[in-house]
């Protein structure tokens, strides 16, 4: 591993700790899509949830996450999931009977170990069906953060988002994220924050009632206008 990824596992650590901290601090269960290395499921493991799933498309990321979450996956705290990330938030929805929080974080490049019959190519970037399915869900006021928001900015030119026109062809967009979550509910504070690879890189959806209104009039509130 070289510096800037040692410092990137690093700063990814730290902030995505913080704003589950932050953010929910009320709920038991976390979800995320893309376990990727498990930076962020370690976190919310530090964040004490009764339960942590992930899911990933890749077996080769499935496979290490089993390996090192042998205990957590034992002791029933940590549940992982090989497939389409749509495929397994409908899985786990299906059981769900509280709000829980959403750490959508599943689009990226080409994945090693990634079954090709099973791949699609809105598996590239899935957000906004990840959304869709979210917002089928009965419960309306789930706390959902969305990773990476420098690769749905449409003027938006760095190494990072250069495959982001080839892979999603314009479809999708930091309003068609926003218009999507409003549609789950149109109760939603929208607020961006700092990332670990840059400034308001983290989408944070929340209800009022979850948040401490002193402290988001501090923040950037994107959404409506």
């Known amino acids: 591993m070289t510096i800037d990824e040692s410092l990137y596992k690093a700063l990814k650590c730290k902030t995505i700790h913080f704003y589950l901290r932050e953010y929910a601090k009320n709920h038991?269960?976390?979800?995320?899509?893309?376990?990727f290395h498990g930076t962020s499921l370690k976190q919310a493991l530090f964040c004490d949830f009764d339960e942590v799933h992930s899911c990933d498309i890749s077996k080769d990321y499935i496979s290490a996450?089993?390996?090192e979450f042998k205990k957590e996956i034992e002791d029933k705290k940590v549940f992982l999931?090989?497939?389409r990330s749509?495929?397994?938030?409908?899985?786990?929805?299906?059981?769900?009977?509280?709000?829980?929080?959403?750490?959508?974080d599943a689009h990226d490049l080409d994945y090693p170990g990634v079954d090709n019959s099973l791949w699609k190519e809105e598996d590239a970037c899935p957000v906004l069906s990840e959304l869709e399915v979210i917002g089928s869900h009965h419960i309306k006021n789930h706390v959902i953060m969305v990773d990476d928001l420098r690769m749905f900015e449409i003027d938006h030119y760095s190494e990072d988002s250069k495959f982001w026109p080839y892979k999603c062809e314009g479809r999708v967009n930091l309003?068609?994220?926003?218009?999507?979550?409003?549609?789950?509910?149109?109760?939603?504070?929208l607020i961006r924050e700092h990332g670990a690879k840059g400034l308001d890189d983290i989408l944070v959806a929340a209800l009022p009632e979850e948040?401490?209104?002193?402290?988001?009039q501090t923040k950037k509130l994107v959404g409506r206008e």
């Open 175 to 189: 309003a068609r994220i926003y218009g999507k979550i409003y549609e789950i509910n149109d109760n939603y504070v």
């Open 28 to 35: 038991s269960i976390y979800i995320e899509t893309g376990l």
């Open 81 to 83: 999931h090989y497939g």
């Open 86 to 104: 749509t495929d397994v938030l409908k899985k786990i929805l299906s059981t769900l009977d509280q709000p829980a929080v959403f750490f959508l």
């Open 211 to 216: 948040l401490d209104l002193k402290k988001i």
């Open 65 to 67: 996450g089993e390996k």
